[in-house]
């Protein structure tokens, strides 16, 4: 019985795929993997062990408008290696009020890339057939090595952020 229980549980968790992940144009940035939901104490940790390590002076990070990534420690810990905050937002150009912000709802698949490169992610996953907690993670890091750069121009371009 704890066999089945765990393949279930494998199974929910490589279809809702829970974790954080970074993407630029030369592919997965950073991705971190958790045994459960992301709170704002969850990815902090994946900003301060796996995300920031990785970004340079002058990198701007988009963020969409989840709850857990409004949290200002989130901030402080981005900005500390030299990268910028910004929200995911187009621009909106309202000749009656000039330009502003207008903020993504917390979920927008067709307008953000990292979205694409997780339904890549997920297929990969998926054909995997991972059942143990050994194999998902051998299988995790195989999937982050297939997306590629020609991937992530695809997906940045598909969501209007090079029109």
């Known amino acids: 019985m704890a066999n089945e229980q765990l393949v279930a549980f494998l199974e929910r968790r490589v279809e809702m795929f829970p974790g954080s992940g970074a993407l630029n144009l030369d592919g997965l940035l950073a991705a971190m993997t958790v045994p ?8 902090l940790t994946y900003v301060t062990q796996v995300l920031a390590p990785q ?7 988009v963020m969409d408008n989840l709850k857990v990534h409004h949290a200002e420690r989130v901030k402080i ?4 290696v030299g990268a910028l905050v910004k ?41 995997r057939e991972a059942r143990t907690l050994e194999l998902l993670d051998q299988a ?10 020609d991937d992530a121009f695809g997906w940045f371009n598909h969501c209007g952020l090079f029109t």
């Open 77 to 80: 810990a981005i900005e500390s």
């Open 140 to 149: 995790m890091a195989d999937a982050v090595n297939c997306i590629t750069s």
């Open 55 to 61: 970004l340079w002076k002058g990198a701007i990070v």
């Open 87 to 127: 929200a995911s937002a187009p621009l909106s150009f309202d000749p009656e009020r000039s330009r502003r912000v207008k903020f993504l709802p917390p979920y927008s698949p067709d307008l953000s890339p990292i979205e694409q490169c997780l339904s890549k992610l997920k297929q990969f996953l998926r054909s």
């Open 36 to 43: 459960g939901s992301t709170n704002t104490e969850v990815f």
